[in-house]
């Protein structure tokens, strides 16, 4: 009768049944009561009783994943938008100008191969043992999709491909560059001046699971120091300070640095001052936003759980506490030095 039962009812042995436990809770007690007294007609007429629920529950099973595919078909318009900002994107953002800039700064040699390829070879000369995904004989890139997918010998370049973003890490966590002498040229500045330009990281330390980067990510604080102590950041920004042309050496510019260290001392003590008068402000809005947050989630939980049950304690009380570490692990948020240029006007 089992047999019967899976095979003419749920007709469960030639595909797969999702109906079956429905159909079970449904017509359990029928079901046990011919088991007990083995009634053949009583079971045909079970059986095909089973057999049309079975078939109903499916239908309907089926004609809600149709409607679920649907709403989440692809919708033409959106996808539209969608690929229209990543290509305005990509053109206003150019892998390839980024990229220029790192391999010569860390020597690695470009050649160019064909339209939108180059080739890549370690220099002689190269800052570092090996670059991220750069082989010993090199590799041949191309910055054409069209043509990455008919070469497959050629690397893809993306911002999300290994190398730029290995790349980006490098430059991140190296001490490559992080303190320079440079000859610059500003039309609002004199010859022969000297300034120092730090950038301070504003980084909150926290566990992974509070996510401290939404309301306090990794924050720069610039700062440029001129020869009367002065913060002059806001009148004179990053972009316009220009490359004049004229390098520097190295032995010249350790000459440099040797005979102002006490004035470049003084100015990198006024640029620390500076930056700490700056991060409270900075670290009272991360605050601020984290409250209002996670404050307005708080509230909707515990509206909720006066209406719904399922809302447990232990839910808003571990929100209320993530507030608290939060609070906590923000207000901790501390300064950190992570560059320093000498700047001399020409």
């Known amino acids: 009768m089992l047999f019967q039962w899976y095979r003419d009812g749920l007709d469960a042995f030639s595909r797969p049944c999702p109906a079956a436990l429905a159909v079970l809770q449904q017509l359990a007690p029928q079901l046990d009561e011919q088991l007990q ?22 239908r309907d099973l089926h004609e809600g994943r149709d409607r679920l595919l649907e709403l989440n078909s692809c919708r033409l318009n959106d996808a539209k938008r969608l690929v229209s900002a990543i290509d305005e994107f990509e053109q206003e953002h150019g892998v390839w100008d980024y990229l220029e800039q790192v391999f010569d700064g860390y020597g690695v040699n470009v050649e160019e191969h064909s339209d939108d390829c180059y080739i890549l070879t370690p220099g002689e000369n190269m800052l570092i043992p090996h670059f991220p995904e750069l082989l010993d004989d090199g590799v041949t890139v191309t910055l054409n999709r069209d043509i990455a997918l008919a070469r497959e010998d050629m690397l893809f370049l993306t911002w999300e491909h290994p190398m730029v973003s290995g790349a980006a890490d490098l430059i991140l966590t190296s001490g490559h560059g992080n303190a320079t002498v440079s000859m610059l040229y500003h039309p ?86 500076v930056a700490q008068k700056q991060a ?35 839910e808003i009380e571990q929100l209320r506490q993530t507030i608290i570490d939060s609070h906590g ?14 700047v001399l006007t020409v």
């Not at 007294?37 to 629920?53: I, S």
């Not at 692990?329 to 240029?341: E, G, K, M, N, P």
């Open 188 to 273: 609002n500045l004199e010859d022969g001046q000297l300034l120092l330009e730090a950038v301070f990281l504003l980084e909150c330390s926290a566990p992974k699971q509070l996510q401290i980067g939404r309301f306090l990510p990794q924050t720069l604080v610039r700062t440029l120091i001129d020869g009367n102590l002065r913060d002059v950041a806001a009148e004179i920004p990053f972009d316009s300070l220009h490359d004049s042309g004229q390098p520097i050496d190295r032995v010249h510019a350790a000459a440099l640095v040797r005979s102002q260290q006490k004035v470049l001392a003084r100015m990198l003590q006024t640029a620390e001052k």
């Open 280 to 314: 409270p402000a900075l670290v009272a809005e991360a605050g601020k936003e984290m409250l209002d947050t996670l404050g307005a989630e708080l509230k909707r939980l515990n509206a909720l759980k006066k209406v719904n049950p399922a809302v447990r304690a232990e």
């Open 37 to 58: 007294k083995a009634d053949p007609a009583g079971m045909q007429r079970l059986l095909e009783q089973a057999r049309q629920l079975t078939e109903k529950i499916l």
């Open 329 to 342: 692990y923000i207000q901790s948020a501390q300064l950190r030095l992570d560059a320093v240029r000498v």
